[in-house]
């Protein structure tokens, strides 16, 4: 071969050309004002070239790591990325949150070269954020070095079907790829325990021991027994039906876990202070976020970070200086008042978020955005599985594209503030409206699509930056 051709060696014509049109498609998107966040690149790249993004997470010099699960998935990636990169690692992950296979590629491609191969050092590791059911296709084509489980909750109906849908979808993936990963999942969750069961490698099981009461709530998803489905008993619940749990009849019980957090301290939405125990290490954390929910996030973290080779100091200090991801207890300011974006987009997830609200002193200002967009989940009956009726609003905002539905659900609620509930579809609108209302804090509880519009509206204002360039 000729000094002339080097570079050509070993090419892959079909991966070099869906890397370029998959970029150019990304030049056009943002020349065109659709913002970074888009997954078009990667679909482009993805139809050109299927086996592409399984290539690239195999080139990944030091290895790529899963985290799947209902609630919090992007903030555990968050955790994880940032651990790994304060402790010296260069990091690719899919910051913006597109967690099907063509957001993943559209992040790989970011990191080619003109070739499309990646251009990574060897320190460089992979965190992905992947859908719950994008998991049961990705796994079986991977060899990540670590899959984090966070749980399983009723989400999205219209597309996942029940819980049995996903948990069946994780068993077949887990029990189909060769077990050479490390599985980390949810020992307080029965779903999720049932559906690592066929895993054939190492699993880790975290899970919490503190607990704020004895019986799952009322509105939780999985309390029978998914082996025998007698109902199951509870020692302590958490939050739904995560907790301890057994089944007297079958002997199915919660796994002891390795990694646990315990004498959990809440100080409203402002912090939550607890201890993770692991086989040899105790360390007291201050974690910037609230709820029991972002401390199963921090506890899955570490122990995925654990794995991938951090040190237990490198944790704590991340987790004590962990900002907020995208519309996770997110604060910005804009204009004299201070604005908390909170994501709402299932009942386990929502009640949470309302369960740290309902903790604050005195009424609060909220702007409430309900859409039913595809990837919020086109059935939008959950929200009559949340529990509004814990806040104390002072003034209430309903916005979205599903306004009157929510508004029908707060008057039924009984909220009622001074002003009444206001109803306007118009974003700009709706916020304008909000802001005008009160003087302190404002939060707003959105779903997934509408929470992207308002923090493009907030791009647009000057108070944040886009969130893919931050």
């Avoid at 690692?89 to 957001?103: A, E, H, K, P, Y």
């Avoid at 804009?334 to 997830?349: C, D, S």
Wanted: glycine share 12%; proline share 4%; charged share 25%.
């Amino acid at each position: 071969m000729t000094e002339s051709w080097k570079g050509y060696e070993g090419l892959n014509l079909r991966h070099a050309f869906a890397s370029l049109m998959g970029k150019l498609a990304a030049a056009v998107v943002r020349r065109t004002g659709q913002g970074g966040g888009t997954a078009a690149p990667g679909l482009v790249a993805e139809r050109l070239s299927p086996a592409y993004l399984y290539d690239l997470l195999a080139a990944i010099p030091g290895g790529h790591a899963l985290i799947s699960g209902t609630n919090g998935k992007t903030t555990s990636a968050a955790m994880v990325g940032a651990m790994l990169e304060k402790d010296g690692r260069d990091v690719v992950q899919n910051r913006s949150g597109s967690n099907l296979t063509r957001g993943l590629l559209s992040e790989l491609l970011g990191t080619t070269d003109w070739r499309g191969r990646l251009r990574a050092i060897a320190e460089t590791a992979g965190v992905f954020e992947v859908d719950e059911a994008a998991l049961a296709r990705i796994l079986p084509r991977t060899r990540p070095r670590a899959v984090l489980l966070t749980n399983l909750f009723r989400d999205q109906l219209d597309r996942y079907g029940e819980l049995d849908t996903i948990t069946r979808r994780w068993q077949a993936a887990i029990g189909g790829s060769d077990g050479s990963f490390t599985l980390i999942a949810n020992a307080d969750d029965p779903a999720v325990v049932h559906a690592v069961g066929s895993h054939r490698g190492e699993t880790i099981f975290f899970g919490v021991e503190d607990a704020s009461g004895s019986e799952p709530d009322d509105w939780a998803d999985a309390t029978m027994c998914p082996i025998c489905g007698t109902g199951l008993i509870y020692d302590r619940a958490n939050y739904s039906h995560l907790g301890h749990y057994r089944c007297d009849e079958c002997g199915f019980a919660r796994p002891r876990p390795r990694i646990v957090a315990r004498k959990l301290e809440s100080d409203g939405l402002t912090a939550t202070e607890f201890e993770v125990e692991s086989d040899d290490a105790t360390i007291s954390v201050r974690l910037p976020l609230p709820g029991t929910y972002n401390v199963y996030n921090a506890v899955g973290a570490m122990a995925l970070a654990g794995v991938m080779g951090v040190g237990g100091e490198v944790m704590r200090r991340v987790l004590e200086e962990f900002a907020p991801a995208f519309g996770r207890a997110e604060r910005v300011q804009v204009g004299e008042r201070e604005v908390t974006m909170l994501l709402v987009k299932n009942p386990a997830g929502a009640n949470e978020v309302i369960r740290s609200l309902a903790g604050l002193e005195g009424e609060q200002d909220f702007l409430v955005l309900l859409n039913d967009r595809v990837a919020d989940g086109e059935d939008v009956s959950w929200i009559w599985d949340v529990d509004f009726s814990r806040l104390r609003p002072g003034s209430l905002v309903v916005g979205g594209r599903r306004a009157s539905d929510m508004a029908l659900r707060l008057k039924y609620a009984g909220l009622e503030p001074a002003e009444g509930i206001v109803t306007e579809t118009n974003l700009e609108k709706a916020l304008e409206g909000a802001l005008a209302t009160g003087e302190g804090p404002l939060y707003v509880l959105s779903t997934y699509t509408a929470l992207l519009e308002f923090r493009s509206l907030l791009v647009r204002k000057g108070a944040v930056r886009e969130f893919w360039r931050e």
